[in-house]
């Protein structure tokens, strides 16, 4: 809404918007929370009914009485509806309503002060300005849909009981209900250590190995003259195209016949070949990634660069680590990055190729989940998406880095 409204007329058609536009839409978010926050109280008719009322309530506030005072009419509502939530639910009532008033106060001041109109040209239509934000809400659900059930363990990993449910203690925010035991459990079973050492011992060496035979792929499959090149590409990625039981079924009796003809010929011990056959083949399975993250970054790489190197007098491998490295660097650490995943998440390819002495995080999480549904599990899972977390972040970095060596951003 504008800033000084002095004509009558213009009053008027502030107070026709808000009570035909943003109340209707912020009372109907406001019964979608409300039967959330019902039914976790038990009380579903009683929030959607509350819920209609307060977003009602809350577009008239923020479009008519506090429209220039964000702040105080947001924290209001936030205040409001946490009380209420205390008095229906106790404490986990009072985080939860705080939550609800701070998507419908933030709602109604979109609606009622044009912010819905932001990021479209001035002079778009009605329709264009839906089809934008409806546009958002999809791109918002979509993510919301792919992350909720990552986000559900994290907290039931810390459940005090022995289920994979919230528990009416937990859902209170009852700090009995929550607990690290599972955590503890982790930490102290020689089974999950065993499982975890081996993903430490198995991921880097594939890792490394996955690195240095994509990234020599990666350059020679970039030179123009190579002969059948598209071809070399296609096969030495499908790994990642080929269904996983395919290529488990094919590395099980491929890498059976060289263990065997390693302790035949060679004397390696049973457990020594079993851990080289699973490196192995997840080396085969992260290739791939590091193939395609290699190559993108070569996309953009100055061949005379290297010329001017060989003209200076360097060799090939001083050329490699002196000018090449440098700028593919970025690419052949994420596409490292994306190996190390592969590895360390991958479970059918070692149940096929490994023993139980290779058993590694995700063979062990399998086994709870068939065998005694272990609550540990939740707190493996949480540590693995933290971890992974991490990894995704330094991903990012690496990537802006990359863009930025190559002039693509402003540095």
């Not at 939860?96 to 933030?106: K, N, P, Q, R, T």
């Not at 819905?116 to 791109?139: A, D, E, K």
């Not at 994290?154 to 607990?179: K, Q, V």
């Amino acid at each position: 809404m504008s800033d000084a409204l002095t004509n009558p007329a213009d009053v008027a058609s502030e107070h026709k918007a808000v009570t035909t536009f943003a109340m209707p839409l912020t009372a109907l978010l406001g019964v979608i929370l409300g039967y959330v926050g019902g039914q976790a109280a038990s009380m579903p008719l009683i929030g959607v009914i509350v819920g209609a009322i307060l977003g009602a309530a809350f577009a008239y506030v923020s479009g008519m009485v506090l429209e220039h005072n964000r702040t105080m009419g947001r924290w209001g509502a936030i205040a409001l509806c946490g009380a209420l939530g205390l008095i229906a639910g106790g404490f986990g009532g009072l985080v939860g309503g705080a939550i609800i008033g701070a998507i419908l106060s933030w709602a109604a001041y979109w609606l009622t002060s044009g912010d819905y109109r932001r990021g479209v040209p001035i002079y778009s239509t009605p329709g264009q300005v839906l089809w934008h934000n409806s546009f958002l809400f999809i791109c918002g659900f979509i993510f919301f849909f792919l992350i909720a059930p990552i986000l559900t363990i994290i907290p039931l990993s810390f459940n005090a009981e022995n289920f994979f449910t919230f528990t009416p203690e937990m859902l209170r925010l009852d700090p009995a209900g929550y607990s690290l035991k599972h955590y503890q459990d982790f930490f102290n079973s020689s089974d999950w250590q065993l499982a975890m050492r081996n993903s430490l011992i198995i991921a880097p060496f594939a890792t490394i190995i996955a690195v240095t035979l994509g990234t020599i792929a990666a350059i020679g499959l970039s030179q123009s003259h190579i002969p059948g090149r598209q071809a070399i590409m296609a096969i030495m990625i499908s790994p990642m195209i080929v269904p996983l039981i395919i290529s488990a079924t094919g590395m099980f009796f491929f890498y059976s016949a060289m263990g065997n003809w390693l302790e035949d010929n060679l004397g390696f011990s049973q457990e020594m070949t079993g851990y080289i056959k699973v490196i192995l083949a997840h080396a085969a399975l992260g290739i791939p990634f590091v193939i395609i993250t290699v190559t993108a970054t070569l996309v953009g790489f100055d061949r005379s660069l290297t010329r001017a190197s060989a003209n200076l007098g360097a060799g090939p491998v001083k050329t490699f680590f002196k000018v090449q490295m440098p700028l593919i660097l970025p690419g052949v650490i994420s596409g490292g990055l994306f190996a190390f995943i592969t590895s360390f998440d991958e479970v059918v390819v070692v149940l096929f190729v490994g023993a139980a002495a290779q058993k590694t995080l995700p063979w062990q999480m399998f086994i709870g989940l068939r065998e005694q549904i272990s609550p540990t599990i939740l707190a493996v899972a949480t540590i693995l998406v933290t971890f992974s977390v991490i990894l995704l972040i330094t991903l990012e970095l690496l990537r802006r880095r990359s863009e930025r060596l190559r002039g693509m951003t402003p540095g």
